[in-house]
């Protein structure tokens, strides 16, 4: 068949359609007989039977699991505090990984906010000096100010 690529878009298009209403059609009829309702859990789980079957599923489940980017597989590359937190919970789906390690993720930098907000709040205020710092040495007033030992100014 001759036909330029956006023509085979459009027909690929056309004959998928064609072959998704008559699915449908069909599907509807066996789905609402009774007059029940259909609901979307009803219509995705008759659609996934249809056109993404289990064993695809798991086909692609193992895939996805045996992923490697080089050589390293996708548990590798997760951070070592979220590979720690979620390695032990087994995930399978893999939306449910992408959702616990972005809770993992959002805590930590929870945390972080938190405890550096903490830290920056108990800074503030006070007048902290050096905690060591000259202890037992002489001040010595002058007409310039104060001078410590040694003939330096006072803030040196």
């Given at each position: 068949?001759?036909?330029?690529?956006?023509?085979?878009?459009t027909l690929g298009t056309y004959v998928l359609r064609e072959e998704a209403n008559k699915?449908?059609?069909?599907?509807?009829?066996?789905?609402?007989?009774?007059?029940?309702?259909?609901?979307?859990?009803?219509?995705?789980?008759?659609?996934?039977?249809?056109?993404?079957?289990?064993?695809?599923?798991?086909?692609?489940?193992?895939?996805?699991?045996?992923?490697?980017?080089?050589?390293?597989?996708?548990?590798?590359?997760?951070?070592?505090?979220?590979?720690?937190?979620?390695?032990?919970?087994?995930?399978?789906?893999?939306?449910?990984?992408?959702?616990?390690?972005?809770?993992?993720?959002?805590?930590?930098?929870?945390?972080?906010?938190?405890?550096?907000a903490m830290n920056d709040k108990r800074g503030k205020g006070q007048d902290r000096g050096?905690?060591?710092?000259?202890?037992?040495?002489?001040?010595?007033?002058?007409?310039?100010?104060?001078?410590r030992g040694g003939g330096q100014c006072y803030k040196c």
């Open positions: 068949m001759r036909c330029t690529k956006e023509s085979k878009l699915w449908w059609k069909n599907a509807k009829l066996r789905m609402g007989a009774g007059g029940v309702v259909i609901t979307w859990e009803m219509f995705k789980g008759e659609f996934l039977r249809k056109y993404f079957p289990a064993d695809i599923r798991n086909k692609k489940v193992v895939e996805f699991m045996e992923l490697k980017q080089g050589n390293m597989s996708v548990a590798y590359g997760l951070r070592p505090d979220i590979k720690h937190l979620i390695g032990f919970s087994q995930i399978r789906d893999f939306a449910t990984l992408v959702d616990k390690c972005r809770i993992c993720d959002d805590d930590g930098k929870a945390k972080t906010n938190y405890y550096k050096k905690p060591y710092g000259d202890k037992g040495k002489k001040v010595a007033e002058t007409s310039g100010g104060k001078k």
